[in-house]
């Protein structure tokens, strides 16, 4: 049992570049989210998605997409990267909405140049 | 939206010490509140949660407390060791959005 898997785990990017971060569960778990961590802000929700076709903004939104069109997968898009976004960003999933444990891969590291 | 203060930013204390941790919300709506222990290069990991109907909840070393009326929520370990020593989250939920603290940073001193 894997539980939340993110790749990569480490990504440096020049600005303007695009990439899709990829996280994927293996608990059948409703819930996925994807948080950005930055130093002495806590993690601070991006996108959040209730179940397969069904996505919403956090309090982040702006610069990310995502899509969820299976239970288990639910990448993050960066269309257009920029020195703003170096971050880095967790995956996490739970068996129905936030306010149940929520389980969290363990990161990318994402550096923007 | 809600906004979770958590103080001290950083904590050290003697091995076999208590550490407290305190956090405050704004949205009286929120419901779940659990905590977070992050290790260095690992994601966050969940060692105890309360809800709202409930003012305090123990497991072994660790407890949470919950004043809904003053909208504060606090985080005890007990007989601290030094594999406590990481950061811990504080964070709120109303449903599908959970919102964090900003961290405190718990070194325990052998």
């Known amino acids: 049992n894997a539980g939340v898997t993110q790749t990569p785990k480490f990504q440096v990017l020049k600005t303007g570049q695009s990439m899709t971060l990829q996280c994927a569960q293996d608990m059948n778990h409703e819930y996925m989210s994807w948080y950005r961590q930055d130093p002495g802000m806590g993690l601070r929700l991006i996108h959040y998605s209730v179940g397969a076709g069904i996505t919403d903004q956090g309090e982040v939104p702006n610069g990310y997409n995502v899509s969820r069109s299976t239970t288990e997968d639910f990448p993050l898009r960066l269309l257009s990267a920029a020195p703003s976004q170096t971050s880095v960003y967790f995956c996490?999933?739970?068996?129905?909405?936030?306010?149940?444990?929520?389980?969290f891969g363990d990161g990318t590291r994402l550096s923007i140049l | 939206g809600e906004n979770v203060e958590q103080h001290p930013s950083t904590l050290s204390v003697q091995e076999g010490d208590s550490a407290v941790i305190k956090c405050t919300y704004s949205d009286s709506a929120s419901n779940y509140f659990p905590w977070y222990k992050q290790e260095l290069g690992k994601g966050p990991q969940l060692i105890i949660d309360i809800r709202s109907n409930v003012g305090e909840k123990k497991d072994q070393r660790i407890a949470v407390t919950l004043n809904k009326t003053a909208k504060h929520f606090s985080l005890h370990i007990t007989e601290t060791q030094p594999e406590d020593s990481a950061v811990y989250f504080c964070a709120a939920s109303e449903g599908n959005m959970l919102t964090f603290g900003g961290g405190t940073r718990l070194m325990v001193k052998p």
């Open positions: 996490a999933s739970s068996p129905g909405q936030s306010n149940q444990p929520q389980h």
